[in-house]
Structures are given as C-alpha cells and as structure tokens.
C-alpha cells in the first residue's frame, strides 16, 4: 500500500489547517510503536507520496490531483490518501471512476461524514458540495453509501431523497452496530471500494479538533433508511 498526501483545500476559507493534516497524522505515528497484536511500526517503512497543489488555483489543483490519482489508483491495489479538507474526494472520486468505467469494473463509494456534502456544486466543487458534484459527474448514487450524516441540509435530504443514495445513521449504528456494519460490508461486496473518511463524522469528545457534536435519538428499533 501506498500513502499519497493531498494538501488540497477549496471550503469557504473555513478549512485552511487542513492543508497540514497530512504531515501531522503522519507526525503522531511517531508516537506509536506496536499495534494491537504487537508488530512493530516504523514509518519509515511507509511508501510515501504527495501531490504538490497551489491552494489558490482551484482548477489546477483540481487537474494535478486527478491526473495523479488515477495514475496511483491504476499502479496500486490499495491506496491512502490524506488530505487535505474533503474537497480533494471529487477528484479523486472523478479519478477512481474513470478507472473502474476503463477496467470495466463496478465501483462503489462509501462515505463516513457528519454531513452528506451534497450542496449543489459551483464550477470547482467546495467541501460542502464535492459528492454532489460527483454524482452529477456520472458516479451511480446507487453505488454510494453515506454513513453517519445528521443535521443535513434541507436541499441536501430532498437530493438524497431524490437519487436514492443509501444512508446507514447515527441511529442505526447505536441501536444495532453489528448489523449496521454487515449492511456495510454486504453494500461494498464484489465492487471496487473507495472510503472517504471526514473527520467531523466522530464526535469532538473522541476527536476534540472536529466540532461537530452527536445527537443520538434513542429509538426502540433500528430506522435502516437505506435511502
């Protein structure tokens, strides 16, 4: 595996920090010296890259991220990317796409976020709008899941609503975790998988530098809206 650092960032100037994000996940495994079941990591053993980006020209960024995503993404099994804020998903989804259409392969996106992203996009889609923007690309909304979204848009739900775009909640996880993760596992079998990952989807009280708080309802049995 591969490890691609994209300090791309496009979200309203709200998101400039994460330009560094990259640089100090990678930093923190310093820290860290075995896993769980004892092996011992050294980072220097990682295969490192990164995708040098001017921040101020969008459409640039947007063409250098792409273009070497889908050559990492034709080279490699599986790939890390680390951003960046989550605007950098619609090029590399718009690559990951164009590579599994290419292979003749069914890809499949699943998407772990407090929000689903879904604002209808500008020309250089923001962080608020990429997966939008993707859908509107050719990526099939039946092929993607988002996990975890809450506090959505109205425009955004009458989207999700509209493309039947599948959604495991906050609530299903907590009500029944092994069968929100089987209806994971079962949505990404026999495809192509990209996860992307937002760090707001974990509450600040595990993650203190997102700020994007839980509200679990408690329910008596799981919603499983899977669109």
Known sequence: MIVVKVPGINGLNKTAGCRNAGNSILKSLNDIWTNESGKEIDISE?????IHVDNENLEEQEKLIYENARDVIEMQDKVLFLGGDHSISYSIGKAFLDYCKEKDKEGCLIVFDAHADCMKPGKNPNHEEWLRG????????????????????????EFLKEKKISRVSVNDINNNIEEAADIITEFASGKELYVSFDIDVIDPVFAPATGYKLSLIHISEPTRPLY
């Open 46 to 50: 990682i295969s490192l890259e990164e």
């Open 134 to 157: 993707l859908v509107e690309e050719g990526f099939n909304p039946k092929n993607i899941l988002l996990v975890g979204s809450r506090n959505n848009d109205v425009e955004e739900n």
